[in-house]
Nanobody, 120 residues
Framework: QVQLVESGGGLVQPGESLRLSCAAS????????MGWYRQAPGKQRELVAV???????NYADSLKGRFTISRDNAKNTVFLQMNSLKPEDTAVYYC??????????????WGQGTQVTVSS
């Protein structure tokens, strides 16, 4: 069974930074893309950023320049560095990954989510 486990969320003040981590574990042959999504209260889940196995990245336009996604393929881990945080960044952040098993079948997995709260 594959699991994605997030860590690094918390309560910060506006302007501060946080770094989220997400580690994939279980029976994994390879991981294609890994990414982060977020869902604020009363809103739909939205893309934050995604990174391919080769390191290509894509960001939500509104977050470019403040958030940086990266991954460590050897550790099956993806990171999200969030700088200059704003109250509107408050949300539950979810890790996402497309993982291939030994049979060549790929499927999407989600983490349980980690709360990020930006408030003074």
């Amino acid at each position: 069974q594959v699991q994605l486990v997030e860590s690094g969320g918390g309560l910060v003040q506006p302007g501060e930074s946080l770094r989220l981590s997400c580690a994939a574990s279980g029976i994994i042959f390879s991981i294609n893309h890994m990414g982060w999504y977020r869902q604020a209260p009363g809103k739909q889940r939205e893309l934050v950023a995604v990174v391919t196995r080769g390191g290509s990245t894509n960001y939500a336009d509104s977050l470019k320049g403040r958030f940086t996604i990266s991954r460590d393929n050897a550790k099956n881990t993806v990171f999200l560095q969030m700088n200059s945080l704003k109250p509107e960044d408050t949300a539950v952040y979810y890790c996402n990954a497309e993982i291939r098993n030994r049979g060549g079948i790929s499927r999407e997995y989600w983490g349980q989510g980690t709360q990020v709260t930006v408030s003074s």
